[in-house]
């Protein structure tokens, strides 16, 4: 079984500030790594995700996380954040074998103040 | 187009009483899932299907019923509503169902069981 555990529930940043969302994950197999995006009143959508290959993975808006297996973490990163990046962020495991059964962490909520 | 969609967006029960959640998907996807939200957790697996006819427990299935009639719709039913299902619920779906697959989410059904 897996698990994930997001260090921190709650981040307040000030508007370009440099931003850090920690996640730690546990199991026992190897495993696909994801995190989603929950904007307000919005369900969750896709934000990045590792599978293999290069440990740093980028989305499309500025966000990067890096895969980090031996201190099994995925930590979630963005170097200069805008007030509309405000949001809930979950990290998600999945075993590579069989069909996919997310296992998300508890979620952390970005606040960004101007 | 309309991806995934959920209804009611809000509803209010009282304890015993029945409610169908709605959840249709647009895209041909094969897998569906419904996830349940508690408040400061992340979203745990209710229930799944690989296709039309063809459903499976996840993490927490008790008090909960569904079915897959057509590729396009995954109800899920409370038959005897109780205050621990309060929550907010969440379906979605993917192509394949393979682990390194994205979900597609709806935006969700904020349920209050009084």
């Known amino acids: 079984a897996q698990s994930v555990t997001q260090l921190d529930s709650q981040v307040p940043v000030f508007e370009e500030a440099p931003v850090e969302l920690r996640c730690n994950y546990s199991?026992?197999?190897?495993?696909?790594l994801f995190w989603y995006v929950q904007y307000p009143n919005q369900g969750l959508q896709l934000l990045l995700k590792?599978?293999?290959?290069?440990?740093l993975v980028e989305s499309i808006n500025g966000f990067e996380a890096e895969f980090n297996k031996s201190q099994t973490s995925f930590h979630l990163r963005k170097p200069s954040v805008h007030i509309s990046d405000t949001a809930e962020y979950f990290c998600?495991?999945?075993?590579?074998?069989?069909?996919?059964?997310?296992?998300f962490g508890q979620g952390t909520r970005l606040t960004i103040n101007p | 187009n309309a991806g995934v969609t959920q209804t009611p967006k809000f509803r209010i029960l009282k304890i015993g009483q029945s409610m169908t959640l709605q959840c249709t998907q647009d895209?041909?996807?094969?897998?569906m899932y419904w996830y349940r939200q508690d408040p400061g957790m992340g979203l745990k697996l209710i229930y799944y299907?690989?296709?039309?006819?063809?459903?499976d427990k996840g993490e927490v299935p008790n008090g909960y019923n569904v079915s897959r009639s057509t590729t396009e719709d995954f109800p899920l039913r409370l038959e005897l509503a109780a205050p621990s299902q309060t929550s907010v619920y969440f379906c979605?779906?993917?192509?394949?169902?393979?682990?390194?697959?994205?979900?597609?989410f709806g935006p969700g059904t904020r349920l209050l069981v009084l």
């Open positions: 979605a779906s993917s192509q394949s169902g393979q682990a390194r697959e994205t979900q597609y």
């Open positions: 199991s026992s197999v190897s495993v696909y």
């Open positions: 590792y599978l293999s290959g290069s440990t």
């Open positions: 998600a495991v999945s075993e590579i074998q069989g069909a996919q059964k997310l296992v």
């Open positions: 895209m041909n996807h094969n897998y």
């Open positions: 299907s690989v296709g039309a006819g063809i459903t």
